[in-house]
């Protein structure tokens, strides 16, 4: 099995700078949260998409934009609404006065890293319309294609579903996110803090580059390069197919889910210095990559879906190296 140790210097470079990007967030903009910072950083390496579900105030937005900025990356927003339209994130196209022509003005989505807020409160028409850009990494509008730019990366945030103006997401949009998580009440001391210092927002405006394209590239090569053996491969397919079987589940868990599951695998064990994935890079992914993509029995909806997860990890035997 290949060593860590005969990875390209560029690669090594690369991942320790990634690193020191995670852990500069966790002690500069959102101590304490390292597990989202982490999930975050993973679904942009993987090249997928972070669904952050908890209610405001928690430091979402703070998440995307200083993710942004410290690798130097363009950043958008988009404020859902219900009356916002698909091509308030697309961007369409107008009359060119000086020129008598029509030039398509890009909307927000052709950012590297998007953050739709609130993602739930807008129309499904309109939530529909992420779902090109997404999985294709392209937008069509009018019948013409644009590229998006490389890296690509969707927060959405959402808020809960038993709040006044929600709507619910479709099946087929939750599995376009690579990853799900929340960030959770800060601890009683760091919340005094913030309170006497107030939010930092206007310093991340100015926040200098930690890492340049070209560094971030690398990492995104070296992480998609992480070995998975046949025997985790066999893994992932039985967790997966666990999920179709339990009798507290309705959907079980698609084929996108356990192809994002291996890449998720792979980043993790990038991050952790391997290039070579074990069970518990395996087994730390399961819950954020599948519980927004399951669907439980109604009468099982009260069910934490982690929780149930958690237990088929625990009822499958772990290959053995």
């Known amino acids: 099995m290949p ?10 470079k690369a991942r320790k700078e990634i690193l020191q990007v995670i852990d500069h967030l966790n002690r500069e903009v959102l101590q304490g949260k390292e597990r989202a910072i982490r999930l975050a950083m993973t679904a942009l390496l993987s090249g997928g998409h972070l669904l952050l579900e908890d209610i405001p105030g928690l430091g979402k937005t703070t998440l995307a934009l200083a993710l942004a900025k410290s690798l130097g990356l363009s950043f958008g927003r988009v404020q859902c609404t219900s009356d916002l339209l698909p091509s308030d994130i697309t961007g369409l196209s107008i009359l060119d006065r ?4 029509f030039r398509f003005v890009k909307g927000p989505i052709f950012n590297h890293i998007v953050l739709v807020d609130e993602i739930n409160r807008a129309m499904p028409k309109t939530q529909s319309a992420l779902l090109e850009a997404m999985e294709e990494r ?7 294609t644009y590229p998006l730019p ?3 990366l969707v927060i959405a945030t959402q808020n809960p579903t038993d709040q006044v103006g929600t709507y619910m997401l479709p099946e087929s949009q939750l599995d376009r996110f690579l990853l799900a998580t929340g960030l959770g009440y800060p601890q009683d001391e760091l919340e005094k803090q913030i309170i006497r210092h107030g939010g930092i927002r206007h310093e991340l405006e100015v926040l200098t580059p930690l890492l340049d394209p070209a560094g971030f590239q690398a990492a995104q090569a070296a992480a998609a390069k992480v070995y998975l053996g046949d025997k985790l491969i066999d893994y992932i397919h039985a967790l997966v197919q666990a999920t179709r079987r339990h009798s507290m589940i309705q959907t079980g868990l698609s084929t996108r889910c356990a192809i994002n599951l291996a890449e998720v695998a792979r980043t993790t064990a990038f991050l952790a210095g391997r290039d070579y994935v074990i069970p518990e890079d395996v087994q730390a992914g399961f819950s954020p990559v599948g519980a927004h993509r399951l669907i439980l029995r109604q009468e099982q909806s009260a069910l934490s879906k982690p929780e149930v997860l958690q237990s088929l990890v625990n009822d499958l035997p772990v290959p053995l190296a």
């Not at 000086?98 to 022509?101: D, V």
């Not at 392209?138 to 013409?144: K, S």
């Open 138 to 144: 392209r937008v069509t509008v009018e019948g013409t």
């Open 150 to 152: 490389e890296p690509f």
């Open 3 to 12: 060593s860590i140790t005969q990875r390209e210097q560029p690669q090594l």
């Open 98 to 101: 000086n020129t008598n022509r």
